[in-house]
């Protein structure tokens, strides 16, 4: 026997278990040490979705079209595969700007307009009142069922309790002050309830879990497991079409899934647990998946106790929307069923706490606050401290909202059942999704625009779900759904302009959203954006690339002094005190001083923390009070756009500028570097120049001196000093002319006569010429030459000079007697070759890269005086690189070495174009 | 948690697979008599899709490492 006392006791019991978490969570947030930054418990917060609709409607629901009542929960599971998108980008626009309910998110969007947030304000208390009243019914209705136990009897329909005889009324009452304990002990400037958030997952587990058990009970004690159960069912016409995609299915199944898709993003309560009480965003990635399994797991034995249902009260005495309670009473078991009714309660007291906390949160801070702030009569901005107000305003909200709730139930309750309550309400939120999405993601989206848009979904909605749900409880004349408002048929709420054939979500929701995206969009392109609105879309929209929030786009004037005492005026004296302190030691300013300049990034973080207490149009309103604001002029943007774009172009020349610089830099270093080198070349050069030149000089000068000094000599020994002399000396007119040379070839200031030149003949020649001086030293000179070779183009006197050094080199290493020098010329791919071979002793390997270089020469100088400059080999390199030819040697020690050059054809007859003088 | 750049096309790529897999056309092809032990197709279908997609999205989720 369950009395009347046992139930409320157990309900009480479990409230106080609630409050005590609760107040649990508050105390542990208070110190720091949050219980609810987990992402489980944000998982199951936002189980709040699955309440008395879900919990008792769902079977209701069932039993009429089957599977139908399963797009309510595909859809979220839907929505939540696009939440790392779509909601982290909401929490993370709400945390920068502070916004503490879905109005405050819509009117921050487009300018924090108080007129548009007062007006998503009115949609949302309007629209959810009929869902609040749904969990009303279904608390009262297993409250008085359970109270008959063991009798399974239905309270009675339509008889008029008074008033104060009515559970629904205490319910109702209970629940508000229930939900003014939770939510509204304490003010705060976030507007952030850890302990409710605790409180409500608890909640989520045990309605979990009554609902679990009463399947289990139900499928394996009462059946034999799903088999038996379906199996049953299977043979009754009554039940055997609910397992099948029927029509009654089918017809609103797509509008079903998109309308449950928008409300777990929009319904206030969902973006009360979701976005504002949100701890971290980071704990969205696991409730993707988490979210949609709780509400797998809860729908399981949704259609299995429908149907064990069914079959039990056949004759449909028994309300389907209570079969979770009444088949455990029907088969004796008064503590399960006392459970269901914990469960069930848990799902109505969730939603309902947070429902209202959210609503009232949005009464006040976008509809209240902005109209009173205005009212000059009543001097509010002046009040010394406006918590104890603000405070007030929001248990009067919540008190009031639950009156409105429960009145929605005496006017239309009884008409409709749970789910078809809960979906008017879901129709009504949908209404914010297009200026929510299209604000989020569309810059050109104008607060106009938002404003039509909602207007016409809002008055479509009204028309043609509200009114038909208040027709058919009698409040309105029913003639008035059967043939139209004054009787024009094109205008029945139920068939719009014609369109029948529709269940009536679906025809509401194509209309409605028909009129609501058109003028959203059309009136966004055909109006402007205020200063503002721009701002404020485009933090909105980029709120991933910049999140200063915009401070920067404003100029006025402001006393810090004034700002802090209107910031505790709504939060109170100490937490405004901590948080401008906090403001301060973060950006090494001093404070408490009236140094601290009230610039645009600290009026902007008063508004925002203001904005956190009173909502983003109310903290606007304040601000616009306590500080000379100078309006923006559209010149003074263009200007601020102008300089900014003026400074990226100076920044861009600049780069260019310095990058020039740059260049312009190694390149000088590189030619100082090359300056320094040819400086000290140079040295070397005139030292070496100077060396060679003294030591003929003071051979000839010493034999001079032994012909001046000794008269007597005798004329042999004479005219052998005086060949010395006269060796010597050509030996320094050779040097000269070479050192000359050098300097001409080097300088470019050569004379070079180039012609079109038979190599062969100028080789033959000089062989001939240099023939004797071979002969006589016994050395063999063997030649190869071709028939006759293409012409090259060069200096034929220069040419001879390269020809006779290599022939005088090779000459002078010959050993005397069986000395040989070949001489070679062929004709290469685009060049002639001539190789002086000789079998002299060779150039040792580590002199072959120095041979070419000035004044080298082979062997030891210091010991043996060789003959020759050692310039004669740089001076050949030198002319024959000018005709674009090259010279090496290639000699192995002690097996001679030989000496080649190569010079280019001519290409054609006519080219006489050859490289640069050097 | 965090997510790298290609969960969130993941995601959306599992967004479309599940309106396909929900869509009131491919529902409509469970009308018959069939059951899968015991349990009419239909019902096994729209549970065993469901859980199929929470865990593929469970794993894009927690296998992000």
């Known amino acids: ?918 | 948690m965090a997510l790298r750049n290609e969960h969130p096309q993941r995601l959306v790529a599992l967004f479309a697979l599940g309106c396909v897999l929900f869509s009131g056309t491919l529902l409509g092809m469970f009308g018959g008599e069939a059951t899968v032990l015991g349990v009419p197709a239909l019902y096994a279908y729209l549970f065993g899709a469901w859980a199929v997609l929470v865990a593929l999205m469970a794993l894009v989720v927690e296998l992000h490492d």
């Open chain 1, 1 to 918: 026997m369950l009395l009347g006392g046992v139930i409320l006791l157990a309900s009480f019991v479990y409230l106080g278990i609630l409050f005590a978490i609760a107040y649990y969570g508050d105390k542990r947030a208070d110190a720091g040490r949050s219980i609810i930054a987990n992402p489980v418990i944000y998982s199951l917060s936002l189980a709040v979705y699955a309440t008395s609709w879900t919990f008792y409607g769902s079977i209701g629901r069932a039993a009429v079209n089957g599977v139908g009542f399963l797009p309510i929960y595909l859809g979220p599971t839907l929505m939540c595969a696009l939440w790392w998108v779509v909601l982290r980008k909401m929490i993370r626009i709400s945390k920068v700007h502070r916004i503490t309910s879905i109005a405050d998110f819509i009117a921050a969007r487009y300018g924090k307009s108080a007129m548009l947030g007062g007006l998503v304000t009115v949609i949302a208390v309007v629209g959810i009142i009929p869902y609040i009243a749904l969990q009303l019914k279904a608390v009262s209705a297993s409250f008085e069922i359970l109270l008959q136990y063991p009798e399974v009897v239905m309270p009675p329909k339509g008889r008029a309790v008074a008033l104060w005889r009515d559970t629904a009324l205490y319910i109702a009452l209970l629940l508000a002050a229930f939900t003014v304990l939770f939510g509204t002990r304490h003010l705060e400037a976030t507007e952030r309830h850890e302990g409710m958030v605790a409180a409500i997952a608890v909640e989520s587990i045990v309605k979990l879990l009554a609902f679990l058990a009463a399947g289990i009970f139900v499928t394996f004690v009462v059946y034999d497991g799903f088999g038996d159960l379906f199996g049953r069912a299977a043979q009754l016409e009554r039940t055997a079409p609910l397992m099948k995609f029927g029509d009654a299915a089918g017809a609103s199944w797509t509008s079903l899934v998109l309308l449950s898709m928008m409300a777990i993003l929009f319904l206030p309560r969902q973006f009360q647990v979701s976005v504002v009480e949100n701890v971290n965003e980071g704990h969205v990635a696991k409730a993707i998946w988490l979210f949609p399994a709780y509400m797998l797991a809860i729908n399981i034995f949704v259609l299995p106790i429908t149907l064990a249902g069914l079959m039990h009260f056949p004759d449909g005495r028994i309300d389907a929307d209570t079969f979770l309670l009444t088949l455990p009473m029907a088969h004796g078991q008064e503590a399960l069923a006392l459970f269901v009714f914990i469960g069930g309660l848990s799902a109505a007291t969730g939603m309902v706490i947070v429902e209202t906390i959210a609503l009232s949160t949005m009464v006040c801070n976008d509809l209240l606050m902005p109209v009173l702030l205005r009212l000059k009569r009543l001097r509010l901005a002046e009040l010394p401290d406006l918590t104890g107000l603000l405070l007030a305003i929001r248990r009067g909200v919540i008190v009031l909202v639950l009156l409105l709730g429960y009145l929605y139930f005496r006017l239309a309750g009884e008409a409709y059942a749970l789910v078809s309550i809960g979906l008017i309400s879901f129709a009504a939120v949908a209404q914010f999704a297009p200026v929510v999405l299209g604000g989020i993601y569309w810059r050109g989206a104008t607060r106009s625009g938002a404003l039509a848009g909602l207007l016409a979904g809002f008055a479509i909605w009204l028309y043609t779900l509200l009114l038909p749900a208040l027709a058919r409880s009698g409040w309105l004349p029913i003639s008035f759904l059967e043939s139209g408002p004054f009787g024009i048929e094109l205008l029945r709420p139920l068939a719009l302009f014609g369109l029948s054939g529709l269940d009536q979500i679906t025809h509401a929701m194509i209309w409605s959203m028909l009129a609501n995206i058109g003028l959203y969009v059309g009136v966004s392109l055909s109006g402007t954006q205020s200063a503002a609105e721009r701002r404020q879309a485009s933090v909105f929209v980029d709120v991933f690339r910049h999140e200063s929030g915009g401070a920067g786009f404003w100029r006025g004037t402001a006393s810090p002094r004034d700002l802090y005492l209107m910031l505790a005026r709504f939060i109170g004296a100490a937490p405004a005190e901590a948080t401008i302190a906090d403001y301060a030691r973060s950006r090494a300013l001093p404070w408490p001083s009236d140094d601290l300049v009230a610039d645009a990034e600290f009026v902007h973080f008063v508004e925002t923390q203001l904005a956190g207490a009173i909502g983003s149009s109310s903290a606007r309103i304040m601000i616009a009070s306590a500080v000379k604001e100078e309006a923006l002029t559209l010149d003074e943007v263009g200007t601020i756009l102008d300089e900014a774009s003026q400074v990226v172009l100076y920044s861009h020349q600049l780069e260019q500028k310095s990058r020039e610089l740059e260049n312009a830099t190694a390149e000088l270093r590189a030619a100082n570097e090359r300056l320094k080198e040819l400086d000290r070349l140079k040295d070397d050069f005139i030292s070496t120049v100077s060396h060679e030149l003294r030591t003929p000089l003071t051979s000839i000068r010493a034999f001079s001196e032994i012909l001046l000094g000794d008269p007597r000599l005798a004329a042999d020994e004479r005219t052998k000093f005086l060949g010395i002399i006269t060796r010597e000396t050509e030996r320094l007119t050779r040097l000269i002319n070479q050192v000359l040379d050098i300097a001409k070839i080097s300088s470019g200031r050569a004379d070079w006569q180039m012609t079109q030149v038979d190599v062969r003949e100028v080789v033959a020649d000089t062989l001939a010429r240099m023939s004797q001086v071979f002969r006589e030293k016994g050395v063999l000179l063997v030649e190869q030459l071709p028939e006759r070779t293409p012409p090259v183009v060069a200096d034929v006197d220069r040419l001879i000079q390269v020809l006779l050094n290599l022939l005088s080199n090779a000459l002078k290493f010959s050993p005397e007697g069986r000395g040989r020098v070949e001489v070679s010329l062929r004709v290469l791919a685009g060049e002639l070759r001539i190789d002086v071979r000789d079998n002299g002793p060779g150039v040792r390997e580590q002199d072959q890269p120095f041979v070419f270089d000035k004044f080298w020469q082979s062997g030891d100088t210091l010991v043996a005086k060789p003959p020759g400059t050692g310039l004669g080999l740089h001076i050949s390199r030198q002319i024959v690189e000018h005709f674009g030819g090259r010279m090496w040697v290639e000699s192995r020690e002690g097996t001679g070495a030989c000496f080649s050059f190569t010079l280019p054809l001519a290409a054609t007859g006519a080219s006489l174009q050859v490289g640069p003088g050097r």
